[in-house]
DNA sequence: CACATTTTGTTCCAAATGGAACTAATTGTC
DNA sequence: GACAATTAGTTCCATTTGGAACAAAATGTG
C-alpha cells in the first residue's frame, strides 16, 4: 500500500533536481522548449523595461517594424500573438515616444500603415545587442553540428506552426 | 538617395508574408524559439482558462506538483521563473479548490511543504492529454532523425540555461 | 442600391500582475 | 547568546492586461 500522506515524509528537493522535471513530464519536449524560450528572454525583457521603459508588447512592435518597412496594427498582433488592444496601446504610447510613424491607408479608412522613425531604429540598435549577446550565450553551448541542424529543425517547426496557426 | 517616406509608397506584406521576419531578425534563432514555444502552449492555456478556470501560473502550479511529490513556493518560483507573490496568490486559489495541499515544514518555520491532491491529480490527467496533442501536432512535421536530434538538443540547452541561471 | 456581415482599431472595465515593503523564521558572525 | 543578514512567504498598491462591447470602414449578397 502506497504512503497516503507523501508529503509529510518525503524529502525536499534540492535545487539541482528541480529541473527533473525537465525528464518527467509527459509533455517533455514543449515544456523544456517552454522553459528555455522564457528563460532566455525573460531576462532581456527586464533589462529592456529597467533601462529604456518599454514594455515587452512595446519592444516586440518595434522589432517587428524594424524588419518590416510597412505594417498594419493587425499584422502586429498576428506576429506576436497578443491581443489587438494590446498592440493599440502600444502603438499610440510609441507614437508619442516618436518611435514609430503611422499614416491612414488611402485605400482602406480602416487601418493605418506603420513604420519606423530614426528614432526608433536607433533605440533598437541598442536594444538588439542585448537578445543576441543572450543568444550566443545560451546557443554557444551547442557545437557546429548541433546548431546546424537546431537552426534547420527551428526553421522547418516555425514555418508549421506559424501555417497552423492560419 | 533612398526613399524618405517608405511608409507612403510601400506595398503592406502579405499574412504569408509576416513569417519573413524569422529570417531577417539578428537574433532569429533565438526568435524563432519563442516564437515557437509562445504559439505551441498559448491556446492550450486559454482552453484550460475557458474549461477549467485556470490562470496559467495556477497550472504551472499543478503541473509542477503533479510532477514533484513535495515542493515548497520558492521552487515553484524558480522552476517557473514567476515572481513569488504570483505563485503565493496561485497556492491560496489551489488550496482553496482542494487541489493541492500544504503543510508547515517541521523543521524550517518559514517555508511549508506543497503537495498535489488527489483531486489535484485528477484535474491535471485532464489537462495533461492537451499539451501532449498539441505538441505531437506541431512536433509531427518532423522526421525521425530530427526529432532525436531536436531531443537531445533542448536536453542540453535546458540544463545549460537552467545552470547558468542559478 | 439597401442591408447584413466582416474587419480594423479603440475604449471600457474587471481581473491579473509584479515590484516593494513587510512579517516571521533561520542562519551567520562576533 | 546578541544582533546583523538572509530567506520564505504574504500583503499592498499602482500598473498592466485582455475580453467584450463598440464605432467606422469595407465587403458581400440579394
Known sequence: MPDERPNAATRLPESSELTALFDRAENRHLYRLSYIANALVLPVYDGIKRDFGLSRGEYLLL???SHMPVLTARDVA?????PRNSISRA?????????IDRVPDPEDGRQARLSITAKGRALHERIIG???DREDEIFGVLDDTEMTALDAILQKLARHVAASAA
Open 78 to 82: 498576428e506576429m506576436t500573438k497578443r
Open 130 to 132: 542585448r537578445f543576441v
Open 91 to 99: 502603438v499610440h504610447r510609441m507614437l508619442d515616444e516618436g518611435y
Open 63 to 65: 522589432f517587428c517594424l
